[in-house]
């Protein structure tokens, strides 16, 4: 049993809390109390995910600080973006090997940045020693009754995708390869992806089913079907193929990406035929093209995907009990 | 970059993944989908802590793993306690070195029991390969403007504090020495500390300021002192004495205990004195000793404690964010 002394650590708690933003008058009580203690919003609900990103597992110990810091915080965005909800709070638990002031400094200004950008108020979190690994815990709120779910998905839905799914996997091939140019587009959509949260919000209402594409495009429409007893036909032709992938490789083997490649964070929705031109309205603002890519049909599993595009399967995560 | 195939973590998932009890109507979405959706209480804030137990920093290795889940969740919950906020909902977020099934059910069951206990449902979290790391998130909800702030002392207060603390650190004294006899109350103390929910919410509307002890009394008081901007006279005569420890320990010693063991999370409160009697009231059902131990005094620190008192400084705990 050893606890190291405070000293070394007091640093973290200075780069992480500082006081609630003067405008956030739900934040009733913030930093330095037993708990943080929130108003919620009258007449919504609540939604609540927790991820765990450790080194080596998740991202690369040799990535920019910055980018760990943004990361973390953007994959657990990425679960309330899916639910539809309004990014509020969120708690770190940070385990670190040791405290390098400048690695700190960066790490904490990736995370902030992209919090202070989402509207969600860091509230808490510990620090302790140990392998890095960053804990974080989002809040988010929807009106009641409005979350979208992944049992949602009817037959004769349209599945649809926003943005260029496919890139992060291609970024984080490049890293592999030590082509660490960390603001190619490709290694950028891996670092740094954006959690759609605006473009969920949006599609509340819209979307019957929603999921975030973490695992791979398959993988996560997997899911759905799962969740919702349907089965699904895909058009490999209508996927949506971001220049820079078509730029360095064969056509089947961007489509490969699209489908299998994890770690984009774009929305995988479902949705009636006669709302994808209300949807494509509602995200352009976001400059988020929303692309059909095919169909919910009775049954179960995937149609239409030849076997060559199933070469790299998405990752297989570990189980989550809520992903 | 590698990630452990999910078979050999779905033990965990199926450990700890259940369907939310069919009572609690405040569990819309529970585990299955991309977060947890959740009814606030109207007219109530919530309350929010995170706590990360670390082997061989927060817990032996070797502790029995009910024990070891039990205290993860028991000292989370301990801060809503010093809140004064009812536990609702936690998430956890899992790091394990491999996959032991016998080890996890042991594990889950000692989580669980305490989470039944104290109604806090477990909605979510994840599980991910690494060394021994259990971090978790209470959520928990107070009449709004009710909570138990550390700020709250007032010149002429009485500092009361409840139960019995000393115990666990006499208790991990024995464990570290090999007496590894997990029923002996001294070590039941350390190994399963109880959450003292039931008299936080007790003590609402009455305690100026609570804290729970986590780093050793005196430490603990010096964070209330420091957030209020006052000072303390201990009266040391008027230290509640277990029985266990003066039945191994010189008088001096158990005092020593009690002033700087941490690990008990009993719950230190400033009260007005003529609400004293009304809080002991409140306590009794729960069979819970609430014993006043000093005053609160104009300017700063805390008198009365001889040096022969701070043999041993609690433990120096990292900082916390929100502790």
Redesign the interface.
Known sequence: ??????SE??L??RY??RPAAPERSDV??G??????????S?G?????????S?V???F?QDAPPAAIGHRALAVALS??A??G?KAR?C???L?LPAADAEWLAAFAEGFRELADRSGCE??????????L?I?V?V??E?P?GT?L???GAREGDLIAVTGYPGRAAAG?ERW?RGEQDSDHPLLEAYLRPEPRLAAGEALRGLASS???VSDGLLADLGHVLA?SGVGARIDVEALPLATPLRAILELDDVRERVLNGGDDYELLVTLSAADLAEAQRRLAPLHLPLTPIGRVVAGEGIEGVAPRYLAHRG?????????
């Open positions: 049993m050893n606890r190291a002394s405070s650590f007091e973290i708690a992480l809390s009733v009580v930093n330095g109390d037993d708990c943080a203690v929130l108003m919620p009258p919504h609900q609540l939604a609540i995910s927790v991820d765990t450790v080596d597992v998740h690369p679960d309330l899916a639910m909800a709070w708690c770190m638990a385990t860091l509230i808490g979190g510990d620090v302790t020693r140990g392998p690994t804990g815990t809040h988010g929807l009641a979350a779910r992944r049992s984080l592999q929603a999921i975030d969740a990752w297989d995560h570990f189980p989550e009990i809520v992903s």
